[in-house]
């Protein structure tokens, strides 16, 4: 089946760019997104980008996709405190329609340090 | 403000119980979800629903039931059959069809007495 990983942890300094990285196993990925959780809440998502493209730029985000090693990143330019949070990635494919086939990453914990 | 409400924020089940968990969306999304969080791993669907009356199993359905009577309320059951109840559920909406919309409510804290 699918296959997801993230490392589980990340720290930076403020002010410093963090990039977390993602790799997949599914070839037929359609979409891939990050979705950032802060501590007891839900998740919310920051970004995605479609199979087709290699870099897509919203603000502080970016994210790069390289399709032959199926590896995806999120940098962040000028990380603050604010950041601090887990990030996951996830992917799914166009062909079943919904959202339900979305295949999470184990999250990445991006600590921020003064 | 249009959004999913999810309640309550913590429960506690006690052995051989079933308990409840209320997810409610005022979006008008046809689709709902139930996930799973273990600390350390990614979300593991447990159920899906995308019309009212209908729903289907996700990955980890066992030990868990689910309704959808009407567009904007999909209840998750966890059942005394589901033996390590203990995780954050969170539950989730989509348009549809429109994968990159998937909205998240701000979780339940389930725990065993």
């Known amino acids: 089946g699918e296959d997801v990983e993230q490392s589980l942890f990340l720290s930076v300094r403020e002010g410093d760019s963090s990039v977390i990285n993602c790799t997949y196993t599914d070839s037929s990925s359609t979409y891939l997104y990050w979705y950032k959780q802060e501590p007891g809440a839900g998740l919310q998502l920051l970004t995605y980008i479609f199979s087709n493209m290699d870099m897509k730029q919203d603000q502080r985000l970016t994210v790069l996709l390289n399709k032959k090693d199926k590896h995806l990143s999120l940098r962040i330019a000028d990380t603050q405190t604010g950041d601090s949070a887990i990030y996951f990635c996830a992917e799914t494919y166009i062909n079943t329609g919904t959202a339900s086939k979305l295949t999470f990453g184990t999250g990445t914990r991006l600590q921020v340090t003064l | 403000d249009g959004g999913i409400t999810q309640s309550p924020k913590y429960l506690f089940r006690k052995e051989g119980q079933n308990v409840t968990l209320s997810c409610e969306q005022n979006?008008?999304?046809?689709?709902m979800y139930w996930y799973r969080q273990d600390p350390g791993q990614g979300l593991r669907l447990i159920y899906y629903?995308?019309?009212?009356?209908?729903?289907q199993k996700g990955d980890i359905a066992e030990g868990y039931s689910v309704s959808r009577e009407k567009k904007e309320s999909f209840p998750l059951t966890v059942t005394s059959a589901q033996k390590n109840p203990t995780a954050f559920y969170l539950c989730a909406s989509s348009i549809g069809t429109d994968t990159e919309k998937l909205f998240f409510g701000s979780g339940t804290q389930l725990s065993v007495l």
């Open positions: 979006l008008n999304h046809d689709a």
């Open positions: 629903s995308q019309i009212v009356n209908d729903f």
